[in-house]
């Protein structure tokens, strides 16, 4: 045996056959004429090495081979030769007669009889040789019998054995198609897409590598393709190919002045495909047009189905608006009935519309688990639902399911606690659908972290209430009795939702980590067992892969001293991490931070409300429990209670000094916190002369020379740059409507002197970065809206400018979010305040009540996503139309019914109660997801029937009701609401318009 395995070993004479499979390792110095290259090449193919004569012109000496300027380990054999090469022999597939045999890849077998695959089944051709072949081997007109006149003997000793690489490894040196097609996009237009940057893996076309590391830096393959060798080695004709030629051509700069023509080919393949030259040009503008409602109509019902992969480039952008997003999903649904979609593709459909539904729309997150679940049963099971998974497809879906759950437990960019109750309905969804697979597809230790950190953040439920009771006033909470039915009462009844989960973890044979502990801590239990503060939380900032021990270990402590009740027992916690030696991280500064700055929780009787009501409901009271909350209570009464404390509990300052002291530099998210909560606007001013942030660096001092630097600062630091400015801007005098950037000399003098220009440059930073974080352009417009004044005129001002950034957001193709919409609401009502009170303008009346309700009205049906047309023209109505609509919280719903009261605007009235008869049950879910919302819906509907009523206000406009028909249909429709309690009793609306309703007044249906 030993002696066989000699004789066949790699590089042996013995093995000529496997020899003969490789090119020559000396190939011609230089190509005798540039344009026979290809014919060369071509004639290389044919040619095997084991021919021992080659041709050159004769007029030529017989030179000595080397590699020349052509890498030999990059030309494979043509797809004749790639599959059992080993046993080819000379003349099976090819012979040398080339007058004969003409390459033509329909007739192209192996040895073995069977066909051989052509690029065309393939998502890539295997190489540049197998490309340049497949299209040279379509072309009519080629004479293969002049390649070469003349021979020259090749020494058999100078053909060594030299490794292939292999197909998989061929492959990952290749782009892929999408990202060809977006990198011929030239312009602007590409920086609208999700594009992976040099040197990073794209993982949306290769999985990544089981051994690869974050330690290992591995060098970023070069590709094979280029613009440089794409006319000498063309891709096989493909609508990818097509379609990145039509980019090419079109979004050159500057732009090409012949017409584009399509190739006989092209129209060949777009003809059998169903598709025209028109189509083309419709996907290329869907590609490039920045306005996602323009680019959208590609996907709409009743128009051309666009191939697959357009869709998938279209949820590559960056941004996308609520109204795309709904008109996307409904086509994805649409699309799963009239054709299958393969396992590759609607992985990637779910990851890219998690990512906008986080985004812009939480609601539809079940939706897409309900599509996923539906379409991967229907993928995986046979007629009867019994057809096992074969063993690789069963590892596949197993790891995309658990990190499919991953996906379901990021939190969402707005309201991410509320939002959870999406997230895990999502969650249980696909949880289902793993176990009713056969086998059952097994959860991963990341699954279950998964899940684990998804209930973190909900509500405690009735017996965590119970067990939080229970916690006694001293430090640790240990349980004190308060009957002796409390007595049997131990962990397995303390045990959360978030640690059951846990324990199945660890019941399923994961062991606990660095990361379970800091879920306990959270979900109520420290490390030695002892307990803590049940703490409801997003955890947004960490990653559940996260591998840093020593970052985990800092979030380890954070967690300690958020999930404490006063500032006592955090000051304590911090103390003890500082006692470990271990360096301080931010993530603990952070904690201690947010302990100092949020308020105690006051315990004063006195409910009364005014009239910003929604003010009231935001703001906790004694009824809440600790971990509920973010503000902290009281020390215990008693002495007895109290942490021991080696230094007193200090100050927000004094904490900033003590970690100047320590070397620690802010960056990133305690920055962020600190720009937003820092009390003093000198301590403010000495934290960013001192920060090391470049992007931020350049606002402070205003230098706008480097819009790069600026785009790439995150936005939650950009707003919290505005938050700074406009927390310590005033207005003093009547606000310019378009301020613009001043040099840097004059701006470093106005920071310091002129609070005005503090919103001014707000306003400026806005208009001229304007950027795709909401919340930077939220905090603006509530400094706008909320500032107090004595002047009434100064509020139609404010709308105007309040209406001019809207109109950049527009601009930017950006929506709104609840939160802008309920200061727009806020904006419009005290604008029309003032016009009512005659102390504007007659211009500024006119304009605020012709287009205040218009635009109020075109804001709420963009915000709820009511797509009617899409819906009412879809021609397959089922499930996958039951797209739940947004539903803004009880607050926003409120500010909108009072605005439109204040307008007069009873139709817009009437259109609301429709749509609020019509979504009631989500409605009513979406207000109690918070504290008090059920009682700020009752609000609503008393501040609907004063504004139908006309006494909406005192003053000069009260008495003007609308027609006692819209009245009565309003109140019919209210009163048909089950379990809603019917129209308010006229009681409440009394005490409404006197703006004295108290806290403890009835929810929704007297609850």
Same mark, same amino acid.
């Given at each position: 045996?030993?002696?066989?395995?000699?004789?066949?070993?790699?590089?042996?004479?013995?093995?000529?056959?496997?020899? =003969?499979?490789?090119?020559?390792?000396?190939?011609?110095?230089?190509?005798?004429?540039?344009?026979? %290259?290809?014919?060369?090449?071509?004639?290389?193919?044919?040619?095997?090495?084991?021919?021992?004569?080659?041709?050159?012109?004769?007029?030529?000496?017989?030179?000595?081979? &080397?590699?020349?300027?052509?890498?030999? $380990?990059?030309?494979?054999?043509?797809?004749?030769?790639?599959?059992?090469?080993?046993?080819?022999?000379?003349?099976?597939?090819?012979?040398?007669?080339?007058?004969?045999?003409?390459?033509?890849?329909?007739?192209?077998?192996?040895?073995?009889?069977?066909?051989?695959?052509?690029?065309?089944?393939?998502?890539?051709?295997?190489?540049?040789?197998?490309?340049?072949?497949?299209?040279?081997?379509?072309?009519?007109?080629?004479?293969?019998? @002049?390649?070469?006149?003349?021979?020259?003997?090749?020494?058999?000793?100078?053909?060594?054995?030299?490794?292939?690489?292999? $197909?998989?490894?061929?492959?990952?040196?290749?782009?892929?198609?999408?990202?060809?097609?977006?990198?011929?996009?030239?312009?602007? =237009?590409?920086?609208?897409?999700?594009?992976?940057?040099?040197?990073?893996?794209?993982?949306?076309?290769? $999985?990544?590598?089981?051994?690869?590391?974050?330690?290992?830096?591995?060098?970023?393959?070069?590709?094979?393709?280029?613009?440089?060798?794409?006319?000498?080695?063309?891709?096989?004709?493909?609508? /990818?190919?097509?379609?990145? $030629?039509?980019?090419?051509?079109?979004?050159?700069?500057?732009?090409?002045?012949?017409?584009?023509?399509?190739? @006989?080919?092209?129209?060949?393949?777009?003809?059998?495909?169903?598709?025209?030259?028109?189509?083309?040009?419709?996907?290329?503008? &869907?590609?490039?047009?920045?306005?996602?409602?323009?680019?959208?109509?590609?996907?709409?019902?009743?128009?051309?189905?666009?191939?697959?992969?357009?869709?998938?480039?279209?949820?590559?952008?960056?941004?996308?608006?609520?109204?795309?997003?709904?008109?996307?999903?409904?086509?994805?649904?649409?699309?799963?009935?009239?054709?299958?979609?393969?396992?590759?593709?609607?992985?990637?459909?779910?990851?890219?519309?998690?990512?906008?539904?986080?985004?812009?729309?939480?609601?539809?997150?079940?939706?897409?688990?309900?599509?996923?679940?539906?379409?991967?049963?229907?993928?995986?099971?046979?007629?009867?639902?019994?057809?096992?998974?074969?063993?690789?497809?069963?590892?596949?879906?197993?790891?995309?399911?658990?990190?499919?759950?991953?996906?379901?437990?990021?939190?969402?960019?707005?309201?991410?606690?509320?939002?959870?109750?999406?997230?895990?309905?999502?969650?249980?969804?696909?949880?289902?659908?793993?176990?009713?697979?056969?086998?059952?597809?097994?959860?991963?230790?990341?699954?279950?972290?998964?899940?684990?950190?998804?209930?973190?953040?909900?509500?405690?439920?009735?017996?965590? @209430?119970?067990?939080?009771?229970?916690?006694?006033?001293?430090?640790?909470?240990?349980?004190?009795?308060?009957? =002796?039915?409390?007595?049997?009462?131990? /962990?397995?009844?303390?045990?959360?939702?978030?640690?059951?989960?846990?324990?199945?973890?660890?019941?399923?044979?994961?062991?606990?980590? #660095?990361?379970?502990?800091?879920?306990?801590?959270?979900?109520?239990?420290?490390?030695?067992?002892?307990?803590?503060?049940?703490?409801?939380?997003?955890?947004?900032?960490?990653?559940?892969? /996260?591998?840093?021990?020593?970052?985990?270990?800092?979030?380890?402590?954070?967690?300690?001293?958020?999930?404490?009740? &006063?500032?006592?027992?955090?000051?304590?916690?911090?103390?003890?991490?500082?006692? &470990?030696?271990?360096?301080? %991280?931010?993530?603990?500064?952070?904690?201690?931070?947010?302990?100092?700055?949020?308020?105690?929780?006051?315990?004063?009787?006195?409910?009364?409300?005014?009239?910003?009501?929604?003010?009231?409901?935001?703001?906790?009271?004694?009824?809440?429990?600790?971990?509920?909350?973010?503000?902290?209570?009281?020390?215990?009464?008693?002495?007895?209670?109290?942490?021991?404390?080696?230094?007193?509990?200090?100050? /927000?300052?004094?904490?900033?000094?003590?970690?100047?002291?320590?070397?620690?530099?802010?960056?990133?998210?305690?920055? =962020?916190?600190?720009?937003? *909560?820092?009390?003093?606007?000198?301590?403010?001013?000495?934290?960013?002369?001192?920060?090391?942030?470049?992007?931020?660096?350049?606002?402070?001092?205003?230098?706008?020379?480097?819009?790069?630097?600026?785009?790439?600062?995150?936005?939650?630091?950009?707003?919290?740059?505005?938050?700074?400015?406009?927390?310590?801007?005033?207005?003093?005098?009547?606000?310019?409507?378009?301020? *613009?950037?001043?040099?840097?000399?004059?701006?470093?003098?106005?920071?310091?002197?002129?609070? %005005?220009?503090?919103?001014?440059?707000?306003?400026?930073?806005?208009?001229?970065?304007?950027?795709?974080?909401?919340?930077?352009?939220?905090?603006?417009?509530?400094?706008?809206? %909320?500032?107090?004044?004595?002047?009434?005129?100064?509020?139609?001002?404010?709308?105007?400018?309040?209406?001019?950034?809207?109109?950049?957001?527009?601009?930017?193709?950006?929506?709104?979010?609840?939160?802008?919409?309920?200061?727009?609401?806020?904006?419009?009502?005290?604008?029309?305040?003032?016009?009512?009170?005659?102390?504007?303008?007659?211009?500024?009346?006119?304009?605020?009540?012709?287009?205040?309700?218009?635009?109020?009205?075109?804001?709420?049906?963009?915000?709820?996503?009511?797509?009617?047309?899409?819906?009412?023209?879809?021609?397959?109505?089922?499930?996958?139309?039951?797209?739940?609509?947004?539903?803004?919280?009880?607050?926003?719903?409120?500010?909108?019914?009072?605005?439109?009261?204040?307008?007069?605007?009873?139709?817009?009235?009437?259109?609301?109660?429709?749509?609020?008869?019509?979504?009631?049950?989500?409605?009513?879910?979406?207000?109690?997801?918070?504290?008090?919302?059920?009682?700020?819906?009752?609000? *609503?509907?008393?501040?609907?029937?004063?504004?139908?009523?006309?006494?909406?206000? #005192?003053?000069?406009?009260?008495?003007?009701?609308?027609?006692?028909?819209?009245?009565?249909?309003?109140?019919?429709?209210?009163?048909?609401?089950?379990?809603?309690?019917?129209?308010?009793?006229?009681?409440?609306?009394?005490?409404?318009?006197?703006?004295?309703?108290?806290?403890?007044?009835?929810?929704?249906?007297?609850?």
């Amino acid at each position: 045996m030993p002696l066989i395995l000699s004789l066949a070993a790699p590089g042996s004479p013995n093995r000529l056959g496997r020899r =003969a499979t490789h090119l020559a390792i000396h190939l011609p110095p230089r190509l005798p004429v540039v344009r026979h %290259q290809q014919h060369r090449l071509l004639a290389l193919a044919i040619h095997p090495p084991w021919t021992r004569t080659l041709s050159l012109p004769s007029n030529q000496p017989s030179p000595s081979w &080397t590699y020349g300027s052509l890498p030999a $380990r990059r030309y494979e054999h043509p797809h004749a030769f790639r599959r059992n090469h080993s046993a080819q022999r000379p003349g099976d597939a090819f012979t040398s007669d080339l007058t004969t045999n003409r390459l033509k890849a329909a007739e192209v077998k192996d040895q073995r009889g069977h066909p051989v695959q052509t690029p065309e089944d393939e998502d890539f051709p295997e190489s540049f040789l197998d490309a340049f072949i497949f299209s040279l081997s379509r072309d009519e007109s080629l004479n293969t019998g @002049q390649l070469w006149e003349h021979k020259i003997d090749v020494a058999k000793d100078d053909v060594p054995f030299r490794a292939q690489l292999s $197909r998989t490894a061929r492959k990952a040196m290749r782009p892929s198609r999408p990202a060809q097609v977006l990198a011929s996009i030239q312009g602007s =237009a590409r920086d609208l897409y999700m594009i992976a940057p040099p040197g990073k893996v794209d993982l949306s076309y290769r $999985r990544p590598r089981p051994h690869d590391t974050g330690d290992i830096k591995r060098p970023s393959p070069k590709p094979l393709w280029s613009t440089d060798n794409a006319d000498l080695l063309p891709e096989p004709v493909s609508l /990818y190919s097509i379609l990145a $030629r039509f980019l090419r051509h079109d979004t050159a700069s500057p732009s090409a002045e012949s017409e584009f023509k399509f190739t @006989q080919l092209e129209l060949h393949l777009l003809h059998s495909k169903g598709y025209s030259p028109d189509s083309i040009s419709k996907w290329a503008s &869907t590609l490039v047009e920045s306005r996602c409602r323009v680019a959208v109509e590609t996907f709409k019902p009743g128009a051309e189905v666009p191939p697959l992969f357009l869709l998938l480039l279209y949820l590559r952008r960056k941004h996308v608006r609520a109204f795309a997003l709904d008109v996307i999903m409904r086509h994805v649904g649409y699309r799963s009935r009239i054709e299958p979609i393969t396992w590759a593709a609607l992985k990637l459909i779910v990851i890219r519309l998690l990512r906008h539904a986080r985004e812009l729309w939480p609601e539809s997150v079940p939706w897409i688990a309900t599509l996923f679940a539906t379409e991967a049963a229907r993928l995986h099971d046979d007629e009867d639902g019994s057809k096992p998974l074969s063993p690789s497809m069963l590892s596949d879906v197993t790891q995309f399911c658990n990190n499919l759950l991953l996906l379901l437990s990021l939190p969402a960019d707005n309201q991410p606690i509320i939002s959870s109750m999406y997230q895990e309905k999502a969650q249980f969804q696909v949880l289902q659908y793993m176990a009713s697979r056969s086998p059952a597809i097994s959860v991963s230790r990341l699954g279950f972290r998964s899940v684990t950190r998804n209930q973190l953040a909900h509500a405690k439920t009735p017996s965590e @209430q119970e067990w939080a009771e229970l916690k006694g006033p001293s430090w640790p909470p240990w349980k004190e009795n308060r009957t =002796a039915m409390d007595e049997d009462k131990g /962990y397995e009844f303390g045990a959360s939702r978030a640690s059951k989960i846990m324990h199945r973890m660890y019941e399923a044979g994961y062991g606990g980590r #660095i990361w379970e502990e800091m879920a306990e801590v959270y979900a109520g239990w420290d490390t030695d067992y002892s307990p803590t503060i049940q703490t409801r939380t997003s955890v947004p900032s960490f990653s559940t892969q /996260y591998k840093d021990r020593a970052h985990l270990r800092s979030l380890l402590w954070a967690g300690r001293i958020r999930t404490t009740r &006063t500032r006592r027992e955090a000051w304590a916690c911090f103390l003890a991490h500082e006692m &470990t030696g271990v360096a301080d %991280q931010q993530e603990i500064y952070i904690a201690m931070f947010e302990k100092l700055y949020y308020p105690t929780l006051s315990t004063s009787p006195d409910r009364a409300s005014s009239l910003d009501l929604e003010e009231e409901f935001e703001q906790p009271t004694a009824d809440m429990l600790p971990g509920d909350m973010k503000e902290v209570i009281p020390d215990p009464t008693s002495p007895l209670h109290y942490v021991f404390l080696n230094e007193p509990v200090p100050t /927000y300052k004094q904490l900033y000094h003590r970690m100047y002291t320590r070397h620690l530099s802010p960056s990133n998210r305690l920055l =962020a916190f600190l720009l937003e *909560t820092c009390p003093d606007f000198n301590m403010a001013l000495d934290i960013l002369d001192t920060t090391q942030h470049d992007g931020i660096n350049h606002l402070f001092l205003g230098k706008h020379d480097n819009n790069s630097l600026i785009q790439a600062t995150p936005g939650y630091l950009f707003k919290a740059f505005i938050h700074f400015l406009c927390r310590f801007g005033s207005i003093d005098r009547p606000p310019i409507r378009e301020p *613009t950037l001043v040099a840097p000399e004059q701006h470093a003098h106005l920071l310091r002197s002129d609070r %005005q220009y503090l919103l001014e440059y707000a306003h400026a930073l806005l208009s001229h970065y304007k950027p795709k974080y909401r919340p930077a352009w939220t905090v603006y417009v509530d400094k706008m809206v %909320q500032h107090k004044t004595s002047m009434m005129a100064g509020n139609s001002i404010r709308y105007n400018i309040v209406c001019k950034v809207f109109e950049h957001m527009e601009d930017i193709d950006l929506d709104i979010d609840d939160g802008l919409f309920r200061l727009m609401c806020t904006a419009t009502q005290y604008a029309a305040q003032t016009a009512n009170h005659w102390s504007t303008s007659t211009e500024d009346a006119r304009n605020i009540f012709l287009t205040g309700s218009s635009r109020l009205r075109i804001l709420f049906r963009g915000l709820v996503g009511a797509n009617t047309d899409v819906q009412s023209t879809n021609p397959i109505r089922d499930s996958y139309d039951t797209i739940p609509p947004h539903i803004p919280g009880p607050a926003e719903l409120h500010a909108y019914v009072r605005a439109l009261g204040t307008l007069h605007d009873y139709e817009g009235l009437y259109s609301f109660s429709t749509w609020l008869m019509k979504h009631h049950v989500e409605v009513r879910q979406r207000a109690e997801a918070r504290y008090s919302g059920s009682r700020l819906l009752f609000r *609503t509907l008393v501040a609907l029937r004063a504004a139908v009523d006309g006494v909406f206000e #005192i003053g000069p406009s009260q008495g003007m009701g609308g027609s006692a028909e819209i009245a009565q249909l309003i109140k019919a429709q209210i009163g048909s609401i089950e379990g809603w309690g019917g129209w308010p009793a006229q009681e409440y609306v009394d005490i409404y318009i006197k703006g004295q309703l108290k806290a403890d007044m009835p929810g929704v249906g007297g609850q």
